[in-house]
């Protein structure tokens, strides 16, 4: 009996390494980016010119070119871009706090809209919603959508993540090297 039991524990093991094997091999597909939050230009440091870039954007409008730089403005994580993100990094660069309510970063799963960080029917389905008007994407919603990475999420990037459901492709146009 107890060695059924151990035979047992080994194939179970054997089997579990095959399966995080495979599971490994189809994450190498996935398409991520990742942004320091508070980085609103996106080099790499958190300074007195993503301070400026954030006044620019909150105060006078000016938009950013990249949408990852919204991500990363939006440091108390309530989806949009204000003064109250302003207040806190200024905070943040003055030493008055040292971290913030988004986070030290994010990571974009490119295709994943509802956050299980996998592409699935539930994340088209999501999109196709979008683009019917029924519902709104957050700011990090819209950045996992633009999967072609061209700024934008319309019907093309529901057509590449319907792709990569069905096994067509396996990579998105916004990451191709991974
Ligand atoms: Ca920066
Ligand atoms: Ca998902
Ligand atoms: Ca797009």
């Not at 399966?19 to 007195?48: E, P, R, W």
């Not at 994580?77 to 913030?100: A, C, V």
Request: proline share 3%.
């Amino acid at each position: 009996m107890k060695k059924k039991v151990a035979l047992l524990t080994v194939v179970l093991s054997i089997a579990m390494i095959v399966f995080s094997g495979s599971m490994t091999a189809y994450a190498a597909h996935q398409c991520t980016k990742t942004v320091i939050i508070g980085d609103v230009n996106l080099d790499g440091s958190i300074d007195a010119i993503d301070l400026a870039l954030l006044y620019n954007e909150v105060y006078y409008a000016v938009p950013f070119a990249n949408p990852l730089q919204y991500i990363a403005a939006d440091v108390n994580n309530d989806f949009s871009s204000t003064m109250y993100d302003y207040y806190l990094l200024r905070d943040y660069l003055l030493g008055e706090i040292s971290s913030f309510p988004a986070g030290e970063t994010y990571t974009v799963y490119y295709g994943d809209l509802d956050g299980d960080q996998s592409v699935t029917a539930n994340d088209k389905s999501l999109l196709s919603n979008y683009l019917l008007g029924n519902i709104n994407l957050t700011s990090r919603q819209y950045v996992a959508a633009d999967v072609n990475g061209d700024g934008s999420v319309n019907a093309i990037d529901l057509a590449i993540i319907t792709q990569y459901i069905n096994g067509q492709i396996q990579h998105f146009p916004v990451c191709p090297q991974n």
